[in-house]
T-cell receptor, first 115, second 114 residues
Framework: AAGVIQSPRHLIKEKRETATLKCYPI?????VYWYQQGPGQDPQFLIS???????DKGSIPDRFSAQQFSDYHSELNMSSLELGDSALYFC??????????????FGPGTRLTVL | AQSVTQLGSHVSVSEGALVLLRCNYS??????LFWYVQYPNQGLQLLLK??????LVKGINGFEAEFKKSETSFHLTKPSAHMSDAAEYFC????????????FGTGTQLKVEL
């Protein structure tokens, strides 16, 4: 079965640079979530989208922005990167229409390293 | 505010022994509860979930968990540990009636020894 796809899997950036992370949800999933997992920490919710509209917002820094496109894929844009942004970024998807809304399927993550 | 507490950041068991990973939540309304497993350098895989109905939930790989409202607990168990169970386990909650975001516990690293 198709899973959540994230790209790139690994990304290395310098301080103050920008980064764009992409997430392709499971086909026919309409909701996308972004989580940040720092080294040795639990995943923290950043933001979510349903049908291209922001549905919930967590501890996302103002330097970050995200959107969901008409094909339901989502991008997380990160500017003025800081060392503390180094983390594993997960995308998850779910579907309101198919009754699996309560179950989030996670992608493999993008490991961002800021030098 | 809701939170999730996982007792024990590291748990070590012998192969074949009982696995018990503890999770308690704090919420005035019973939330939806989940257990996820994370293998090294991999994403989060859902083990099992409780939303409504039967309080004993069976998941993949022989794991199960019981929702106990009186104890605000959702402990994860497996009768007999296998070496392949070594991983990090996260308990998570989703508050019913609110957004669908998950709040995770701090995780428990399970080590299985011969």
């Amino acid at each position: 079965a198709a899973g959540v796809i994230q790209s790139p899997r690994h990304l290395i950036k310098e301080k103050r640079e920008t980064a764009t992370l992409k997430c392709y949800p499971i086909p026919r999933h309409d909701t996308v979530y972004w989580y940040q997992q720092g080294p040795g920490q639990d995943p923290q919710f950043l933001i979510s989208f349903y049908e291209k509209m922001q549905s919930d917002k967590g501890s996302i820094p103002d330097r970050f922005s995200a959107q969901q496109f008409s094909d339901y894929h989502s991008e997380l844009n990160m500017s003025s990167l800081e060392l503390g942004d180094s983390a594993l970024y997960f995308c998850a998807s779910s579907s309101r229409s198919s009754g699996t809304y309560n179950e989030q399927f996670f992608g493999p993550g993008t490991r961002l390293t800021v030098l | 505010a809701q939170s999730v507490t996982q007792l024990g950041s590291h748990v070590s068991v012998s192969e074949g022994a009982l696995v018990l990973l503890r999770c308690n939540y704090s919420s005035s309304v019973p939330p939806y509860l989940f257990w996820y497993v994370q293998y090294p350098n991999q994403g989060l895989q859902l083990l099992l979930k409780y939303t409504t109905g039967a309080t004993l939930v069976k998941g993949i790989n022989g794991f199960e968990a019981e929702f106990k409202k009186s104890e605000t607990s959702f402990h994860l168990t497996k009768p007999s540990a296998h070496m392949s169970d070594a991983a990090e386990y996260f308990c998570a909650v989703r508050l019913t009636g609110g957004g669908n975001k998950l709040t995770f516990g701090t995780g428990t690293q399970l080590k299985v020894e011969l």
